[in-house]
C-alpha cells in the first residue's frame, strides 16, 4: 500500500520569505500526486497535480511543486508567501491507472505571519 | 455549477447511538468518497462508491458503512458510536472515480460530528 510523509507539522514564516514544503511518498509503481489546501473554515481545494510529463508542475496562487522521481518527492514551493496563505496544507498519493484510493500525508499548518 | 453538499454540518451524539451524514455530489460525478479527518490521524479514507457500487474500503470497522443511491447521492452510517469516532466527516466526488481517472477529488465542507 502506498503512504505519504509530511515531515513539517507546523511552519512559521513572515510575509515575503520563500517556503518549501516536504513530501515523500512510498510507492513502487507509478504515481499520481496531488497538493491541496484547507483554508481556515473552508473545504479541502486542489492547489495542484502532476500526472506524468514535466516534473515541475505550477498550480494556483503561485505555487509549484517539483515531483523527483529517484527520491520519491513531491514538495511544494512559493518564492514568496502571503498573509493569505496560512491553511493547512496536504500532500497525496494514488496509484496511476488503478482504483485505489488517494492518500493523504498528515498536513503541514503554515502560517504566515503579517 | 453547485459543490459537494454535506448534511449536517454539525452534530452531536451520544455513545452509543448512531449517525446517518449525507452527500450529495457535483452534477454528474458518479463516483463518491468518504474520509474520516482528525487531528491526530489526519485524512483517512473509509470507502468509494462508484455507480451504486462500492469498489474500495479503507481499514475501519463494520460500524461504519455506507450506500450510493440512483443519483449518486450518497449517505455513510456509523453505528454504536464510540468518542473516538469524534470527528470531521468529509466526501469529496470525481467524474469518474478513481480507477481510469486521474484521482482529482472535489470535497464538501465536511459534517463535524461529536460523541459526548
Known amino acids: 500500500a502506498q503512504s505519504v510523509s509530511q515531515h513539517n507539522h507546523h511552519v512559521i514564516l513572515s510575509e515575503a520569505a520563500s517556503l518549501e514544503l516536504g513530501c515523500n511518498y512510498s510507492?513502487?509503481?507509478?504515481?499520481?500526486l496531488f497538493w491541496y489546501v484547507q483554508y481556515p473554515g473552508q473545504h479541502l481545494q486542489l492547489l495542484l497535480k502532476y500526472f506524468s510529463g514535466d516534473p515541475l508542475v505550477k498550480g494556483i496562487k503561485g505555487f509549484e511543486a517539483e515531483f523527483i522521481k529517484s527520491k520519491f518527492s513531491f514538495n511544494l514551493r512559493k518564492p514568496s508567501v502571503q498573509w493569505s496563505d496560512t491553511a493547512e496544507y496536504f500532500c497525496?498519493?494514488?496509484?496511476?491507472?488503478?482504483?485505489?484510493?488517494?492518500?493523504f500525508g498528515s498536513g503541514t499548518q503554515l502560517t504566515v505571519l503579517p | 455549477k453547485a459543490g459537494v453538499t454535506q448534511t449536517p454540518r454539525y452534530l452531536i451524539k451520544t455513545r452509543g447511538q448512531q449517525v446517518t451524514l449525507s452527500c450529495s455530489p457535483i452534477s454528474g460525478h458518479r463516483s463518491v468518497s468518504w474520509y474520516q479527518q482528525t487531528p491526530g490521524q489526519g485524512l483517512q479514507f473509509l470507502f468509494e462508491y462508484f455507480s451504486e457500487t462500492q469498489r474500495n474500503k479503507g481499514n475501519f470497522p463494520g460500524r461504519f458503512s455506507g450506500r450510493q443511491f440512483s443519483n449518486s447521492r450518497s449517505e455513510m452510517n456509523v453505528s454504536t458510536l464510540e468518542l473516538g469516532d469524534s470527528a470531521l466527516y468529509l466526501c469529496?466526488?470525481?467524474?469518474?472515480?478513481?480507477?481510469?481517472?486521474?484521482?482529482?477529488?472535489?470535497f464538501g465542507e465536511g459534517s463535524r460530528l461529536t460523541v459526548l
Open positions: 510507492y513502487g509503481g507509478t504515481v499520481n
Open positions: 469529496a466526488s470525481s467524474p469518474h472515480g478513481l480507477a481510469g481517472g486521474t484521482g482529482e477529488l472535489f
Open positions: 497525496a498519493v494514488t496509484p496511476a491507472g488503478s482504483a485505489r484510493q488517494l492518500t
